[in-house]
């Protein structure tokens, strides 16, 4: 854990990254951004990393206008599958359509993340990709797993740390992202919010 100079606040009501930064022994507190999400874009009219790294921003931008002495982390998780951004399902109805396209390949897990500190005047934006290959569920493994409503405020309507990895077949790249928060991403980013004369190890940001 890094020892930062202000408080650290978490632009997010996930349990999922919250139970991340806890793990990783972080002292944060919660704030939920106060804005509504726009529905994903239909068409690849803008790069799904971009995106991402856009609503983590204004997530943790919306936070930092009552925070100005914190640092804030914003994240954003979707998923590309073939130049297609999926986000969270709206309904039952679109959580299966979601999961019939996802669980046939391969997809990219993409989390934006913007780490900011007004004080500071300094923010960090990035993204994290983590590349996954599912197997297709049969038509009762899709409908148990409707019914069981774990797909709810989840990108690409899963979630691997709820026991569903029995999907999976292979993962190339950061677990933690595919959670929620890129841990090992996030890390390298803090440092770089540390105060002077602690800059010494401060590692890279790629």
């Not at 799904?48 to 925070?67: G, P, Q, T």
């Not at 391969?106 to 500071?120: D, F, K, Y």
């Not at 197997?135 to 797909?151: F, H, N, V």
């Amino acid at each position: 854990m890094i020892d930062l100079p202000y408080p650290l606040i978490l632009a997010s009501a996930s349990p999922r990254r919250c139970q991340l930064l806890r793990t990783a022994g972080y002292e944060f507190t919660v704030s939920p951004p106060m804005l509504d999400e726009p529905a994903v874009p239909s068409m690849p009219v803008v790069a799904a990393a971009a995106w991402a790294e856009a609503m983590a921003y204004f997530k943790a931008r919306s936070v930092a206008l009552n925070n100005p002495k914190a640092i804030i982390i914003g994240a954003d998780t979707i998923v590309n599958h073939n130049g297609t951004i999926i986000g969270k399902a709206k309904d039952e109805t679109d959580a299966r359509r979601i999961l019939t396209t996802i669980f046939a390949g391969t997809s990219e897990v993409i989390t934006g993340l913007a780490v900011l500190c007004p004080r500071q005047e300094k923010r960090v934006i990035t993204h994290e990709k983590t590349t996954i290959v599912m197997r297709p569920m049969t038509e009762k493994e899709l409908e148990d797993y409707i019914a069981a409503d774990t797909w709810r405020d989840k990108a690409g309507a899963y979630a691997l740390q709820e026991g569903h990895d029995k999907f999976l077949q292979s993962i190339s790249g950061s677990e933690s992202n595919v959670v929620g928060l890129p841990m090992e991403k996030l890390k390298k980013v803090l440092a770089m919010f540390l105060e002077k004369g602690n800059e010494a190890s401060r590692p890279k940001c790629k």
